[in-house]
T-cell receptor, first 110, second 115 residues
Framework: GQSLEQPSEVTAVEGAIVQINCTYQTSGFYGLSWYQQHDGGAPTFLSYNALDGLEETGRFSSFLSRSDSYGYLLLQELQMKDSASYFCAVRDSSNYQLIWGAGTKLIIKP | DAGITQSPRYKITETGRQVTLMCHQTWSHSYMFWYRQDLGHGLRLIYYSAAADITDKGEVPDGYVVSRSKTENFPLTLESATRSQTSVYFC??????????????FGPGTRLTVL
């Protein structure tokens, strides 16, 4: 079957660095995406990796290893506004469908 | 308003009633999606559309019907609502002139309660 695994909850301190991991098992692979969702809000796109390596966008970076079926989202200089749920999603076919992980709730303490 | 909008934002209905959730986007994105998100879970794809008059099933299509007669609109109909369809429904779109199909843009969601 197709599945994505990510931790259900991660806790970190304001100003610190946190890594949210995602492992996937899908029939095909066209890329790994990360989305942020605040409580009561809609998901918003953070990043997309189609090739191995690290993609950096400001305080957020995303990494992909296709050989390990693994990726992570790295958040630096954590701010209280980063408290949210983070979802990894895999595009497993050419029709732009996404398969979603269950999400990781990031709790940031002052 | 520019972007992607959903209506209604909140809906309470009774078991057995037909309900239609509306989704409208102003970007002329070719792809549109309907997801449901149950409390504390990820998103599950109900239906998607690659273009006007082209729709296909996602992971959980049973009990739902979609249509897409115009590029900008993608309504979702619950033919006979059941309590298990109580959820938050998100519409999303992707694609367009720049061809960025890997980013999905989400509407604000419709919170549906079936009594």
């Amino acid at each position: 079957g197709q599945s994505l695994e990510q931790p259900s909850e991660v806790t970190a301190v304001e100003g610190a660095i946190v890594q949210i991991n995602c492992t996937y098992q899908t029939s095909g692979f066209y890329g790994l995406s990360w989305y942020q969702q605040h409580d009561g809000g809609a998901p918003t796109f953070l990043s997309y990796n189609a090739l191995d390596g690290l993609e950096e966008t400001g305080r957020f970076s995303s990494f992909l290893s296709r050989s390990d079926s693994y990726g992570y989202l790295l958040l630096q200089e954590l701010q209280m506004k980063d408290s949210a749920s983070y979802f990894c999603a895999v595009r497993d076919s050419s029709n732009y469908q996404l398969i979603w992980g269950a999400g990781t709730k990031l709790i940031i303490k002052p | 308003d520019a972007g992607i909008t959903q209506s209604p934002r909140y809906k309470i209905t009774e078991t057995g009633r037909q309900v239609t959730l509306m989704c409208h986007q102003t970007w002329s994105h070719s792809y549109m999606f309907w997801y449901r998100q149950d409390l504390g879970h990820g998103l599950r794809l109900i239906y998607y559309s690659a273009a006007a008059d082209i729709t296909d099933k996602g992971e959980v299509p049973d009990g739902y019907v979609v249509s897409r007669s115009k590029t900008e609109n993608f309504p979702l109909t619950l033919e006979s609502a059941t309590r298990s369809q109580t959820s938050v429904y998100f519409c999303a779109s992707s694609g367009g002139d720049l061809g960025n199909y890997n980013e999905q843009f989400f509407g604000p969601g419709t919170r549906l309660t079936v009594l």
